[in-house]
């Protein structure tokens, strides 16, 4: 299956649609030249990452969002992909709703080689914070503007395979990945934008690249999964973005990855056995012992040590709602 | 706090404890030496790893337990702990009870700078097959010699900061990390004896030392943890065996590394600190969303992926038996 990755340069706080929607269609023309069956275009691929302005005009914020997926705006890009047989995941600003009962949500959907909708994600993972902190060196109001994701972990087969989407921050967690490889994926998209400083750590600056790809492949070798992460990156409204677009394989490797701060299609041919060799490697149904993960599921963050007699009270009754293979 | 990981060479089938013991206590005086408040030994830290073997004669098994600890052959080293102020964890097979009750553990404690046992761990991922299969190219039979660990994964204080254990196998899983962080260590000590290649997974050869290291630095990052790995390495008894015992920071960064198969101290001075500064970052008690993990814990292997209905019912009764901080 070739693969690639359609990194986005920096898109203006004004950019139009039609203007953003053209710079996809190109990637996805030359993708499909490149005997591509998928792409990953990034995290929020139609507008500027907004979420790093507090924006009080109401009418402004709206403008980045969603309301219809496809909307006439976007429609191109779905008539190339069904024209080309090249599907495609695209993050955007997703709008549900209006006034009272309106949700917002950071999402990415699957597209199919028809052109059709396949799946949606919504990022559960949203990180930053909640309201402008005049203290902080980089404000990231993600919390500020979007609801958490609230369709889990969802897997689409497609493509003659299994596919999980993941969202920026979601990278970082360990257990996203768990979770769609428990379900039987086999490739996982992501896109991401990710500032390339933080000031607020700055002993992880000069680390930024490698914690953007440690996660990633350290969840592709234990959870035998190929990823495909695509980046908004560059110079965006006085901002810096990371780049680093990739693909990993199986065995952790970075087979592929990009070496702009600009549009830039980073293509692979993925030989999707090796997800199962991988799988084979690790045996789960065998050698997983989830009656000692409990407090993984149980915790949301750092607690008392369990005492020998709660442990061992654990392992005499596991959880073990769905027991499973 | 300064640590070292206190790699061993390899270890004859018919080494005396008395002579393992002589080099063990040797490592310490030399690590004390070095201001070294705490050494890491190896897993199986004072017999060859006999798992490579079906042995059929139950004495020689039994030879390479230990049916109490510490005992007389072992004793020097819980002296020299004592009177030098540096303790250790010694991995070691461990016997309990005899006859149709005996069980038997590949375990790892953790020794304060009284010379003072204060803390167990008995490992819980066995890897390996449980018979001798003849069509395997490396027969690794721990879970034929082993049962499977039954004390969790506990933390123990100590030395000032917040300690778990884990051994060899354990360190390829995501979650044994995760639930030591759940509760609060800061500190995680490590043995392994790893073959240097996988016969039955040759293109994994080439990556054996990133597949060592990658799910350590991934753990080390994502949970704010400092990681000591100790290996058993060489040349033993005709297998040969990885080194590359090391020490791990929060950053992910590798800030100490063996150069040699033999015996050799790997000592770095970790601020612990730094620990507190990547769980900030990751502030798990407001980003974590166990909400949508459950399947860690719910399933021990791969199994059908979950219904939008499923989702939705999971999101809006979460599991959380315990739902902590």
Chains 1, 2 share one sequence.
């Not at 490149?34 to 139609?46: D, K, Q, S, T």
């Not at 390339?196 to 996660?215: F, K």
Request: charged fraction near 25%; charge should be negative.
């Amino acid at each position: 299956l070739t693969l690639a990755a359609a990194q986005l340069g920096p898109i203006a706080r004004d950019a139009s649609r039609e203007s953003v929607v053209r710079r996809l269609v190109s990637l996805l023309e030359r993708a499909a030249g490149h005997g591509c069956r998928l792409v990953v275009f990034p995290e929020m691929a139609l507008t500027t990452f907004f979420p790093r302005w507090l924006i009080e005009d109401e009418d402004e914020v709206a403008g980045f969002f969603e309301s219809a997926m496809p909307n006439a705006q976007v429609a191109p890009l779905f008539e190339t992909a069904a024209r080309l047989g090249t599907g495609f995941t695209l993050g955007y600003c997703e709008q549900v709703g209006a006034g009272d009962t309106m949700r917002r949500y950071n999402t990415a959907i699957l597209v199919d080689a028809g052109g059709n909708i396949a799946g949606k994600y919504r990022k559960v993972h949203v990180p930053g914070n909640p309201e402008f902190d005049p203290a902080l060196g980089l404000q990231h109001l993600e919390p500020w503007y979007f609801d958490d994701g609230d369709l889990g972990f969802p897997v689409f087969d497609c493509l003659d395979t299994r596919i999980g989407m993941l969202i920026c921050n979601d990278r970082r967690w360990p257990e996203p990945w768990r979770v769609l490889a428990l379900q039987g994926a086999e490739l996982v998209l992501l896109g991401y934008n990710s500032p390339a400083q933080l000031p607020d750590y700055p002993r992880q600056n000069a680390l930024r690249t490698d914690h953007h790809q440690l996660p990633m492949r350290a969840a592709a070798y234990q959870n035998g999964l190929w990823i495909v992460a695509s980046a908004k990156a560059g110079h965006e409204e006085g901002c810096d973005m990371m780049g680093g677009s990739c693909i990993i394989s199986p065995s952790s490797e970075v087979v592929a990855v990009s070496s702009t701060l600009d549009d830039e299609l980073v293509v692979y041919t993925a030989d999707l056995g090796l997800a199962g060799e991988y799988r084979d490697f690790f045996d789960m149904s065998r050698c997983r012992r989830p009656e000692t993960y409990g407090l993984i599921c149980d915790r949301r963050g750092e607690g008392d040590p369990l005492t020998a007699e709660e442990w061992a009270r654990r392992l005499r009754h596991p959880a073990g709602r769905d027991p499973g293979t």
